[in-house]
């Protein structure tokens, strides 16, 4: 089985632009999790979604939002960007009922 | 709130020796505790996930124990190796809003 593929895997913005970041998640997995990685912070949880519907959030501004489509594969965006948001944006996916997540290899955001 | 504590930040051992990498949590009502490593500017990898009705877990040259009433979980890593060189995770569910709370990360080094 394929694994949580993201894309793009790198993306260099400038303040102000919106950027848009891709997950599919591994085949028959619904539920697609977000989270943003920086030196700082760490690891923080972003949002997640199962069958197209967003199940929970973290505390992130609006300007940080997400869908998922029917075949699960999720997108999240950041509008107005801001120097802080560089950061490694990781996508995982698990399948329902299960509590082990499966994650990606990362998209890389530079807003300069 | 959930807090995830991992001492130390960073740690370096001789190749061959046997490790203990630690991981604390300060809400026990936890229902299971997932160690990843991290290889740098990647994703994560899930290594092992112990289930809160659970002492312990193996897989290979790793060995995960939980204790929920002291908040404390531990991944031993037995002959360590070169290979072994990331940083490692513990991430607990959180009843909240989000889904998992990681902890600050052990950055492990290696020596051959």
């Known amino acids: 089985k394929a694994g949580v593929t993201q894309t793009p895997r790198y993306l260099i913005k400038t303040r102000g632009q919106q950027v848009t970041l891709s997950c599919s998640p591994i085949s028959g997995h619904r539920s697609v999790s977000w989270y943003q990685q920086t030196p700082g912070q760490g690891l923080q949880f972003l949002f997640e979604y199962f069958s197209e519907t967003q199940r929970n959030k973290g505390n992130f501004p609006g300007r940080f939002s997400g869908r998922q489509f029917s075949n699960s594969r999720s997108e999240m965006n950041v509008s107005t960007l801001e120097l802080g948001d560089s950061a490694l944006y990781l996508c995982a996916s698990s399948s329902e009922g299960a509590d082990t997540q499966y994650f990606g290899p990362g998209t890389r955001l530079t807003v300069l | 709130k959930q807090e995830v504590t991992q001492i130390p930040a960073a740690l370096s051992v001789p190749e061959g020796e046997n490790l203990v990498l630690n991981c604390s949590f300060t809400?026990?009502?936890?229902?299971?505790l997932q160690w990843f490593r991290q290889d740098p500017g990647k994703g994560l990898t899930s290594l092992l996930l112990i289930q809160s009705s659970q002492r312990e877990q193996t897989s290979g040259r790793l060995n995960a124990s939980l204790d929920k009433s002291s908040g404390r979980s531990t991944l031993y890593i037995a002959a360590s190796q070169p290979g072994d060189s990331a940083t490692y995770l513990c991430?607990?569910?959180?009843?909240?809003?989000?889904?998992?709370?990681f902890g600050t990360g052990t950055r492990l080094t290696i020596i051959p």
């Open positions: 809400d026990s009502a936890i229902y299971n």
């Open positions: 991430a607990v569910p959180n009843f909240g809003n989000e889904k998992l709370t």
